[in-house]
């Protein structure tokens, strides 16, 4: 898995404001009941677990960029939050409890670059899980990798920069080329990858799919940049 958000965790809040994090939630709650505990794989800078835990819900988290874990220890503690967070590589993490619900948000899955990978993260998933339980996540869908074949953004923050540029360099991988520029500082770049997969592709022989929506609709349609997944433990 390619090792993406060096630095780029401490700029990932303000570069993130822009979610409409309630629509997620709201989402994930149809699966959950209050006292529930839950995994955020990828949790980034703990944004979601943030959310989860004052709601009532017992929320975990972990992720492999060092940056975003340090600031989502730093906002648990401000909060005053028991969650607990660890950096880890979601394709081969280890539990030592079960869990009545994980995700896996803002395409987050499509950062593994092998289906093996895939599969051992829904493996670690499956063996975490409780009887029932749920695993939430999404994928981008083909529209989004021919949106993103060629494109360019650029904002302008109160402290920093961002030059971002993307191009699909295979069939079904998008290259980033992330450059951020603090105001005072010298620019630095960030480079990572996202792969494409199919619905199919997201399977194991322990977790049911029960749900698949397109930005958060009832169903699935073909303009829809990303693919929501609902799986349960069987």
């Known amino acids: 898995m390619n090792n993406a958000y060096k630095k780029f965790g401490y700029f990932y809040d303000e570069i993130m404001a822009c979610v409409?994090?309630?629509?997620?939630?709201?989402?994930?709650?149809?699966?959950?009941?209050?006292?529930?505990?839950?995994?955020?794989?990828?949790?980034?800078?703990?944004?979601?677990?943030?959310?989860?835990?004052?709601?009532?819900?017992?929320?975990?988290?972990?992720?492999?960029?060092?940056?975003?874990?340090?600031?989502?220890?730093e906002k648990k503690k401000l909060n005053r939050l028991d969650i607990n967070y660890r950096v880890c590589d979601m394709s081969k993490f280890k539990t030592d409890k079960k869990y009545d619900c994980m995700t896996c948000l803002f395409d987050s899955m499509n950062f593994l670059p092998k289906k093996k990978d895939i599969q051992n993260m829904l493996s670690c998933v499956s063996k975490g899980l409780k009887d029932n339980g749920y695993f939430i996540c999404d994928i981008f869908s083909k529209e989004m990798l021919k949106e993103y074949?060629?494109?360019?953004?650029?904002?302008?923050?109160?402290?920093f920069k961002i030059d971002w540029y993307t191009k699909k360099?295979?069939?079904?991988?998008?290259?980033?080329d992330v450059i951020i520029t603090e105001k005072g500082n010298q620019p630095f770049t960030e480079t990572y990858d996202e792969y494409y997969y199919d619905i199919k592709d997201i399977s194991h022989k322990n977790l049911k799919l029960i749900k698949v929506c397109g930005d958060f609709n009832?169903?699935?349609?073909?303009?829809?940049?990303?693919i929501l997944l609902v799986f349960q433990k069987i």
Do not use: P
Request: charged residues 30%; glycine residues 6%; hydrophobic residues 30%.
């Open 218 to 226: 009832e169903d699935l349609q073909d303009e829809d940049e990303r």
């Open 20 to 73: 409409n994090y309630d629509l997620w939630l709201e989402f994930v709650e149809e699966y959950l009941k209050v006292g529930d505990s839950i995994l955020d794989l990828a949790c980034g800078t703990g944004t979601f677990c943030n959310l989860l835990a004052l709601k009532g819900y017992h929320a975990d988290g972990l992720d492999l960029s060092e940056s975003s874990i340090e600031i989502a220890n």
């Open 149 to 159: 074949s060629n494109n360019e953004m650029h904002e302008d923050y109160e402290t």
């Open 169 to 176: 360099v295979k069939d079904n991988q998008l290259h980033h």
